[in-house]
């Protein structure tokens, strides 16, 4: 891909204690590319200093999609399953650095949320999405890699075990309606309404106690993150797979992917 949006964007600004934080690569349904990753980084930890924040929302440009998740065309340089222990220790420390800011936190979703990008909606606090956005995790039928441990009680947690395989085994998306049904959304809203139904959302959240609203979200951080078994070993396997390589072979080459359970 070429231009000047190429890598793209993470924009952050802050307006009456309400930090919006904008996910800016349109053309590529803002797919993250490390770049971006890197600038998500940056924004948290400008964003956990500093205390005038009340509120932080998180939103994709164009209204197509939130994230729909890494771009792929970065994998092509992954050599060995190292590559992935490596890019999903990364990628668990960006969005840990997300889910462990200290004040409430609001993703808005229009469109997809597929992948990291279903990490990142769901390392937030809240969550609320127009009818027809859709969320899963469909590396099953698209690259073939895997999940961190970390990652898999994230989603786990908010959708339950049934609906996680789902996503990873079968390559579901689901729909706002049953996201909404099992507590994974806060509220669905039109695309016409949904800036105002934010706008009251984080108005809320501003009148309520910062202290309370911090220790609380922390515990229950602490609660969802305790006793996560290690999985180098399950990461180094997938990654280092050639139905990864194939995955990401096929994808680049617009073709179906020949797996090979290899």
Do not use: H, M
């Given at each position: 891909m070429s231009g000047p949006n190429a890598k793209g964007s993470v924009h952050l600004d802050i307006s009456a204690g309400v930090a919006s934080v904008v996910f800016d690569r349109p053309e590529a349904r803002n797919a993250m590319t490390w770049a971006m990753y890197e600038r998500l980084n940056e924004v948290c930890e400008q964003l956990k200093?500093?205390?005038?924040?009340?509120?932080?929302?998180?939103?994709?440009?164009?209204?197509?999609?939130?994230?729909?998740?890494?771009?792929?065309?970065?994998?092509?340089a992954f050599k060995s399953g190292e590559d992935g222990v490596v890019y999903e220790q990364q990628i668990d420390q960006c969005i840990a650095r997300l889910e462990s800011l200290p004040m409430p936190?609001?993703?808005v979703i229009e469109g997809w949320a597929i992948g990291g990008g279903l990490a990142i909606a769901t390392a937030c606090d809240f969550r609320i999405a127009t009818p027809g956005s859709r969320f899963g995790v469909p590396i099953a039928r698209t690259l073939g890699n895997c999940l961190s441990v970390a990652n898999l009680a994230r989603l786990s947690a908010v959708f339950g075990i049934p609906r996680v395989k789902r996503m990873l085994m079968l390559a579901e998306t689901l729909s706002a309606d049953e996201a909404l049904a099992c507590g994974f959304l806060l509220q669905t809203?039109?695309?016409?309404?949904?800036?105002?139904?934010?706008?009251?959302?984080?108005?809320r959240?501003?009148?309520?106690?910062?202290v309370t609203q911090s220790v609380s979200k922390e515990g229950l951080r602490r609660l969802a993150s305790r006793g996560l078994p290690p999985d180098e070993d399950l990461i180094r396997r997938c990654y280092g797979s050639a139905d990864f390589?194939?995955?990401?072979?096929?994808?680049?080459?617009?073709?179906?992917p020949a797996w090979k359970g290899s």
């Open positions: 200093a500093d205390s005038s924040v009340r509120v932080v929302t998180f939103r994709g440009a164009g209204g197509q999609a939130f994230v729909a998740g890494t771009d792929i065309e970065q994998f092509k936190t609001v993703a809203s039109e695309t016409a309404d949904i800036n105002a139904v934010l706008a009251t959302l984080c108005e959240l501003a009148a309520l106690a910062p390589c194939e995955g990401v072979a096929a994808f680049v080459e617009k073709r179906s």
